[in-house]
């Protein structure tokens, strides 16, 4: 990644200032990844940033879900893969409370007739996993196998979309979505809101039908774009 150059807003999107509830915590089914010794360096980037963790968000139907918008169009998903800059910071914790601390890439998920591989290694667990603060070992899970195969991206500083909202993150979109099948991104609506302990507290099933945070105007920051599709 590297050659980037400055553009106008296409992409829209902003942090919100306020924090999200607690309720909103929840609702991201989340993968760690402290063993897996995955970098990320260049482009927009200054050191090196090690994978954290990586979610998806999701909407209620395939027309909504993604973080990010593409000339006012939303995709049914986006995967977020959430690095820190370990070359700085000794810990995630503290690298969030930097303006240079986090580098999250997102992937925007569209619905088609094929089912997307990698993504499926986790959809497989999903049943396992249907609870609140549910857990369960992955196996061998490759993120780079989560990319499209075009590597343009956008980029832009900004917030984390979930608490503690900070204005942390260096944020790289990838232009080219990547594909998931229709009962995939079902698998993941139907995820619980609540943990197994707990009375259901919704309407439903209290089923986890979107987590996603809808955009906002870019504002004053610059985004920058690297390549053309
Ligand atoms: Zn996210």
């Not at 943990?195 to 919704?202: G, M, N, T, V």
Request: hydrophobic share 30%; aromatic share 8%.
């Amino acid at each position: 990644m590297a050659g980037e150059v400055p553009i106008g807003g296409r992409l829209k999107t902003e942090p919100r200032r306020h924090p999200y509830g607690p309720g909103d915590v929840r609702l991201l089914a989340r993968v760690s990844a402290p063993d897996l010794a995955l970098q990320l360096t260049g482009g927009p980037l200054h050191g090196t940033y090690k994978l954290e963790q990586f979610h998806c968000h999701w909407g209620r139907s395939n027309t909504e879900g993604s973080e990010h918008t593409v000339d006012g169009k939303p995709y049914a998903g986006e995967l977020h893969l959430v690095h820190w800059n370990c070359e700085k910071y000794p810990s995630f914790s503290e690298a969030v409370q930097h303006p240079d601390g986090l580098a999250v890439l997102g992937v925007l998920l569209q619905v088609g007739e094929e089912s997307h591989e990698e993504i499926e290694k986790i959809v497989q667990l999903i049943p396992h996993i249907q609870f609140k603060g549910q857990k369960i070992p992955t196996g061998t899970i490759d993120p780079a196998k989560f990319l499209p195969a075009d590597v343009s991206y956008w980029t832009y500083p900004g917030s984390l979309t979930t608490p503690p909202c900070s204005e942390s993150v260096i944020w790289i979109i990838f232009k080219q979505p990547v594909t998931v099948s229709e009962r995939q991104v079902e698998a993941f609506r139907t995820l619980r809101t609540y943990s197994p302990d707990e009375i259901c507290p919704c309407e439903g099933e209290g089923q986890v039908l979107y987590n996603y945070r809808p955009p906002l105007p870019l504002g004053n920051r610059i985004m920058r774009e690297c390549g053309s599709m």
